[in-house]
T-cell receptor, first 110, second 118 residues
Framework: SQQGEEDPQALSIQEGENATMNCSYK?????LQWYRQNSGRGLVHLIL?????REKHSGRLRVTLDTSKKSSSLLITASRAADTASYFC??????????FGPGTSLSVIP | EAGVVQSPRYKIIEKKQPVAFWCNPI?????LYWYRQNLGQGPELLIR????????DSQLPKDRFSAERLKGVDSTLKIQPAELGDSAVYLC????????????????FGPGTRLTVT
């Protein structure tokens, strides 16, 4: 079974709006990472948050981690058409496994 | 800095034929990953190397898949014989991880090899 599960599976928003996607996981982790994938650039690392951190920011990205709920969220503020892509969370578990979730497909409408 | 290089980019073969994929990671990266990604799904780890050692191959179908990373640099993933269900994109990634800080470094992905088995 998948360690990480993103929701929603698909999200469609207007340009300028914020997009929030969530990731839930099942076992304890060392860190959680978010990746973006589009046809033009392949899989690209966005941000990493360690298990002892609760929030991180990078530009228009904000990631939170709640280890008690085994969940993380990725917020993209002021979305742009170029943010259209699939977003994946990837967990590095405490027993050193790397597991990607099934992803959220984001469409930003100009 | 050159990124992760993979070849070929596309491969079409008939079932029961062998196929091999090659990956050259970013210079200096000690950890190399092979993933398989089916359409609409997330990448599934097949094998992870730290230098020359395969530290996680639990998801590698060892009856038909094999991999090697000689000299701890580039790597080859082989399927023999291929089955229809092996059609997917095969991704290679690399990262720099130091002892005692496992998993604290981001993965850099190559463009992938799209395999079609007919």
């Amino acid at each position: 079974s998948q360690q990480g599960e993103e929701d929603p599976q698909a999200l469609s928003i207007q340009e300028g709006e914020n997009a929030t996607m969530n990731c839930s996981y099942k076992t304890s982790i060392n860190n959680l990472q978010w990746y973006r994938q589009n046809s033009g650039r392949g899989l690209v690392h966005l941000i990493l948050i360690r298990s002892n951190e609760r929030e991180k920011h990078s530009g228009r990205l904000r990631v939170t981690l709640d280890t008690s709920k085994k969940s993380s969220s990725l917020l993209i503020t002021a979305s742009r058409a170029a943010d259209t892509a699939s977003y994946f969370c990837a967990t590095r578990t405490s027993y050193d496994k790397v597991i990607f979730g099934p992803g959220t497909s984001l469409s930003v409408i100009p | 800095e050159a990124g992760v290089v993979q070849s070929p980019r596309y491969k079409i073969i008939e079932k029961k034929q062998p196929v091999a994929f090659w990956c050259n990671p970013i210079s200096g990266h000690n950890t190399l990953y092979w993933y398989r990604q089916n359409l609409g799904q997330g990448p599934e780890l097949l094998i992870r190397y730290e230098n020359e050692e395969a530290v996680d191959d639990s998801q590698l179908p060892k009856d038909r898949f094999s991999a090697e990373r000689l000299k701890g640099v580039d790597s080859t993933l082989k399927i023999q014989p291929a089955e229809l269900g092996d059609s997917a994109v095969y991704l290679c990634a690399s990262s720099l991880e130091k002892a005692g800080t496992s998993g604290t470094y981001e993965q850099y992905f190559g463009p992938g090899t799209r395999l079609t088995v007919t």
